[in-house]
Protein backbone atom coordinates (compact mmCIF):
# COMPACT_ATOMS: atom_id res chain seq x y z
CA UNK A 1 0.00 0.00 0.00
CA UNK A 2 2.52 2.64 1.11
CA UNK A 3 4.59 2.22 -2.32
CA UNK A 4 1.28 1.84 -4.39
CA UNK A 5 0.60 5.29 -2.86
CA UNK A 6 3.77 6.98 -4.26
CA UNK A 7 2.85 6.86 -8.12
CA UNK A 8 -1.14 5.26 -7.99
CA UNK A 9 -2.61 9.29 -7.88
CA UNK A 10 -0.44 10.51 -11.13
CA UNK A 11 -2.10 9.31 -13.55
CA UNK A 12 -5.33 10.20 -12.43
CA UNK A 13 -4.78 13.77 -11.93
CA UNK A 14 -7.17 15.99 -14.43
CA UNK A 15 -9.85 13.93 -13.14
CA UNK A 16 -9.63 14.70 -9.95
CA UNK A 17 -8.68 17.93 -10.71
CA UNK A 18 -11.87 18.24 -12.54
CA UNK A 19 -14.02 16.43 -10.21
CA UNK A 20 -12.58 19.14 -7.26
CA UNK A 21 -13.10 22.47 -9.40
CA UNK A 22 -9.10 23.37 -9.18
CA UNK A 23 -6.52 23.61 -11.99
CA UNK A 24 -4.28 19.94 -12.81
CA UNK A 25 -1.03 22.00 -11.51
CA UNK A 26 -2.91 22.26 -8.13
CA UNK A 27 -2.93 18.81 -7.43
CA UNK A 28 0.99 19.31 -7.10
CA UNK A 29 0.37 19.60 -3.30
CA UNK A 30 -1.33 16.74 -2.87
CA UNK A 31 0.88 14.63 -4.32
CA UNK A 32 4.09 16.45 -2.72
CA UNK A 33 2.79 16.58 0.75
CA UNK A 34 2.39 12.39 1.00
CA UNK A 35 5.67 12.22 -0.10
CA UNK A 36 7.15 15.11 1.94
CA UNK A 37 5.55 13.27 5.33
CA UNK A 38 6.67 10.49 4.65
CA UNK A 39 10.28 11.32 4.55
CA UNK A 40 9.80 13.82 7.63
CA UNK A 41 8.27 10.94 9.67
CA UNK A 42 10.61 8.26 8.88
CA UNK A 43 13.18 8.89 11.37
CA UNK A 44 10.88 8.18 14.21
CA UNK A 45 9.66 4.99 13.51
CA UNK A 46 12.75 3.49 15.11
CA UNK A 47 11.85 5.24 18.22
CA UNK A 48 8.41 4.21 18.35
CA UNK A 49 9.28 0.59 17.57
CA UNK A 50 11.63 0.65 20.45
CA UNK A 51 9.56 2.29 22.65
CA UNK A 52 5.71 0.58 21.77
CA UNK A 53 6.41 -2.50 20.42
CA UNK A 54 6.47 -3.57 16.62
CA UNK A 55 3.30 -5.16 16.66
CA UNK A 56 1.39 -1.98 18.48
CA UNK A 57 3.36 0.39 16.17
CA UNK A 58 3.08 -1.38 12.96
CA UNK A 59 -1.16 -1.83 13.66
CA UNK A 60 -1.20 1.76 14.36
CA UNK A 61 0.41 2.76 11.05
CA UNK A 62 -1.80 0.16 9.30
CA UNK A 63 -4.96 1.95 10.86
CA UNK A 64 -3.72 5.32 10.27
CA UNK A 65 -2.96 4.59 6.61
CA UNK A 66 -6.31 3.49 6.28
CA UNK A 67 -8.49 5.75 7.61
CA UNK A 68 -6.10 8.15 5.49
CA UNK A 69 -7.32 6.23 2.39
CA UNK A 70 -10.79 6.37 3.17
CA UNK A 71 -10.31 10.21 3.69
CA UNK A 72 -8.74 10.44 0.40
CA UNK A 73 -11.77 8.78 -1.25
CA UNK A 74 -14.30 10.82 0.63
CA UNK A 75 -12.88 13.80 0.34
CA UNK A 76 -15.03 17.18 -1.73
CA UNK A 77 -12.11 19.76 -1.82
CA UNK A 78 -8.63 20.00 -2.39
CA UNK A 79 -7.64 21.35 1.18
CA UNK A 80 -9.51 17.93 2.07
CA UNK A 81 -7.13 15.59 0.14
CA UNK A 82 -4.08 17.44 0.95
CA UNK A 83 -5.30 16.75 4.59
CA UNK A 84 -6.04 13.23 3.66
CA UNK A 85 -2.92 12.56 1.86
CA UNK A 86 -0.59 13.63 4.95
CA UNK A 87 -2.70 11.25 7.72
CA UNK A 88 -1.62 9.00 4.95
CA UNK A 89 2.07 9.13 4.96
CA UNK A 90 2.30 9.36 8.86
CA UNK A 91 1.20 6.23 8.51
CA UNK A 92 2.92 4.89 5.96
CA UNK A 93 5.87 5.85 6.73
CA UNK A 94 5.89 3.35 9.82
CA UNK A 95 5.05 0.68 7.39
CA UNK A 96 8.15 -0.50 5.78
CA UNK A 97 10.76 0.64 8.40
CA UNK A 98 9.14 -1.09 11.21
CA UNK A 99 8.74 -4.17 8.93
CA UNK A 100 12.32 -3.82 7.88
CA UNK A 101 13.21 -3.29 11.22
CA UNK A 102 11.41 -6.96 12.55
CA UNK A 103 13.34 -8.20 9.90
CA UNK A 104 16.98 -7.88 11.26
CA UNK A 105 15.62 -8.56 14.72
CA UNK A 106 14.95 -12.20 13.78
CA UNK A 107 16.66 -12.83 11.17
CA UNK A 108 20.14 -13.99 12.03
CA UNK A 109 22.93 -12.82 9.41
CA UNK A 110 23.45 -15.94 6.69
CA UNK A 111 19.11 -15.52 6.16
CA UNK A 112 19.04 -11.81 6.12
CA UNK A 113 19.70 -11.30 2.72
CA UNK A 114 17.34 -13.77 1.59
CA UNK A 115 14.55 -12.30 4.20
CA UNK A 116 14.70 -8.74 2.89
CA UNK A 117 15.10 -9.59 -0.93
CA UNK A 118 11.58 -11.62 -0.34
CA UNK A 119 9.73 -8.94 1.47
CA UNK A 120 11.05 -5.97 -0.82
CA UNK A 121 9.54 -8.00 -4.10
CA UNK A 122 5.88 -6.25 -3.27
CA UNK A 123 7.31 -3.03 -2.54
CA UNK A 124 9.35 -3.17 -6.14
CA UNK A 125 6.54 -3.50 -7.76
CA UNK A 126 4.62 -0.86 -6.32
CA UNK A 127 6.18 1.98 -7.81
CA UNK A 128 5.96 0.13 -10.91
CA UNK A 129 2.19 -0.61 -10.92
CA UNK A 130 0.63 2.19 -9.32
CA UNK A 131 0.20 4.20 -12.83
CA UNK A 132 -0.88 1.62 -14.46
CA UNK A 133 -3.69 0.62 -11.65
CA UNK A 134 -4.59 4.42 -11.32
CA UNK A 135 -5.07 5.07 -14.71
CA UNK A 136 -7.57 1.85 -15.34
CA UNK A 137 -9.28 3.10 -12.30
CA UNK A 138 -9.57 6.51 -13.02
CA UNK A 139 -11.10 5.44 -16.80
CA UNK A 140 -12.95 2.82 -16.05
CA UNK A 141 -14.45 3.27 -12.57
CA UNK A 142 -13.76 6.48 -10.67
CA UNK A 143 -10.74 8.02 -9.26
CA UNK A 144 -12.14 7.74 -5.48
CA UNK A 145 -11.11 3.66 -6.17
CA UNK A 146 -7.64 4.83 -6.07
CA UNK A 147 -7.58 4.81 -2.60
CA UNK A 148 -10.79 2.99 -1.68
CA UNK A 149 -9.24 -0.24 -2.32
CA UNK A 150 -6.47 0.32 0.07
CA UNK A 151 -9.88 -0.26 2.80
CA UNK A 152 -9.68 -3.99 2.49
CA UNK A 153 -5.72 -4.74 2.41
CA UNK A 154 -5.32 -2.24 5.50
CA UNK A 155 -7.95 -4.62 7.38
CA UNK A 156 -6.31 -7.99 6.36
CA UNK A 157 -3.25 -6.28 7.05
CA UNK A 158 -4.26 -5.27 10.40
CA UNK A 159 -5.46 -8.89 10.71
CA UNK A 160 -2.19 -10.52 10.03
CA UNK A 161 -0.17 -8.09 12.02
CA UNK A 162 -2.14 -9.15 15.21
CA UNK A 163 -1.71 -13.07 14.21
CA UNK A 164 2.00 -12.97 13.18
CA UNK A 165 3.75 -9.93 13.90
CA UNK A 166 6.61 -9.86 16.48
CA UNK A 167 6.19 -8.13 19.15
CA UNK A 168 9.78 -6.52 20.04
CA UNK A 169 10.99 -3.70 21.89
CA UNK A 170 14.59 -2.11 22.16
CA UNK A 171 16.75 0.35 24.42
CA UNK A 172 14.51 3.26 25.85
CA UNK A 173 15.91 6.15 25.53
CA UNK A 174 14.94 10.03 25.31
CA UNK A 175 13.56 11.16 21.38
CA UNK A 176 15.93 13.42 19.40
CA UNK A 177 13.32 16.88 19.11
CA UNK A 178 15.92 19.08 18.04
CA UNK A 179 17.59 16.69 15.27
CA UNK A 180 13.79 15.87 14.35
CA UNK A 181 12.48 18.90 13.86
CA UNK A 182 15.70 19.93 12.13
CA UNK A 183 15.51 17.31 9.59
CA UNK A 184 11.94 18.30 9.41
CA UNK A 185 12.56 22.11 8.36
CA UNK A 186 15.37 21.10 6.06
CA UNK A 187 13.39 18.46 4.09
CA UNK A 188 10.31 20.87 3.43
CA UNK A 189 12.98 23.81 2.21
CA UNK A 190 14.38 21.94 0.08
CA UNK A 191 11.39 20.77 -1.43
CA UNK A 192 10.17 23.95 -1.51
CA UNK A 193 13.07 25.18 -3.28
CA UNK A 194 12.77 22.28 -5.83
CA UNK A 195 9.14 23.39 -6.53
CA UNK A 196 9.99 26.91 -6.88
CA UNK A 197 12.73 26.23 -9.52
CA UNK A 198 10.40 24.35 -11.31
CA UNK A 199 7.04 26.75 -11.22
CA UNK A 200 8.65 30.24 -10.57
CA UNK A 201 12.22 30.82 -11.80
CA UNK A 202 13.03 33.18 -8.57
CA UNK A 203 16.33 35.30 -7.42
CA UNK A 204 18.98 33.13 -6.84
CA UNK A 205 18.57 34.79 -3.21
CA UNK A 206 15.81 33.15 -3.12
CA UNK A 207 17.17 29.29 -3.53
CA UNK A 208 19.90 29.74 -1.73
CA UNK A 209 17.77 30.57 1.71
Known amino acids: MQTLDSTIVNTAVPRIAADLGVAPLALKTALTSYVLTLAICIPASPWLADRFGTRRVFGLS????????LACGLAQSLPQLVAARV???????????VG??????????SDLVRAMSFVAIPGLLGPALGPVIGGALSE???????FL??????????????RAMPDLHGERRPFDWPGFVSFAVASAALLATAEFLAEHRPGTWIVAA
Open 149 to 162: VNLPVGVLGWWLNR
Open 140 to 146: YAHWRWI
Open 100 to 109: RYVLVRRFGR
Open 62 to 69: IIVFTLGS
Open 87 to 97: LQGIGGALLMP
